[in-house]
């Protein structure tokens, strides 16, 4: 992990963890979820949006009108819009999407989910996504959610992340032990 993207996800945890205590309390989880997802893709699917967000050059007190007039339109609760405000009053929106992905692992845990990032060189079907899943929740004991990536440098095999434990049976890392152990006979 970068020191950059440990910063963030270190201001983003509290912010999170408050907003899930306050989303348990009310006993919203999943709305909260899927709003916090709404806004996710939004963000995800605007570059400008997300520009704007990581702006240190716009004002907190513009970003907070913009967000203000986003979150009334997009109709989150109150709970939801009133937090977004937060974030933006307290100039702390670049690290929104940290806070939406430690809510979704809060919101997994609770429902006795865990996450695995699957990366592999080409996509996978259905059948070895369905088979991957089955044999991590039996190794795990708990439902699993994948997250899929594509790498072709992989060349073939399989990298999964499941928390801090990492699966990797890609060939480019077989290749590359291989060259560092013939490095070592000559």
């Known amino acids: ?49 997300s520009a704007f967000l990581k702006s240190p050059v716009i004002s907190a007190d513009i970003k907070t009108g913009v967000i203000d007039k986003i979150v009334t339109k997009a109709g989150f609760s109150e709970l939801v819009a009133n937090f977004i405000r937060l974030v933006a009053k307290n100039d702390r929106l670049f690290v929104l999407p940290a806070i939406i992905s430690a809510f979704d692992e809060m919101a997994a845990r609770q429902r006795g989910q865990v996450r695995a990032e699957v990366t592999s060189a080409a996509p996978l079907s259905k059948q070895q996504l369905s088979s991957l899943g089955a044999t991590l929740k039996k190794q795990l ?10 790498d072709p440098s992989l060349i073939g ?30």
């Not at 709305?31 to 400008?48: F, M, N, R, T």
């Not at 004991?141 to 594509?150: E, F, R, Y």
């Not at 890609?170 to 070592?184: R, V």
Request: no cysteine.
């Open 1 to 49: 992990m970068s020191t950059s993207s440990s910063v963030v996800a270190h201001i983003a945890r509290p912010y999170a963890s408050a907003l899930f205590d306050l989303a348990a309390e009310a006993k919203n989880v999943p709305g909260v979820e899927k709003s916090l997802d709404e806004l996710d893709a939004l963000i995800g699917q605007s570059d400008d949006f």
């Open 141 to 150: 004991g708990k439902s699993v959610t994948l997250d899929t990536n594509i």
């Open 157 to 186: 095999g399989l990298m999964v992340k499941v928390g801090s434990r990492m699966i990797d049976t890609s060939i480019k890392t077989k290749l590359t032990a291989m060259k560092i152990a013939m490095k070592e006979v000559s």
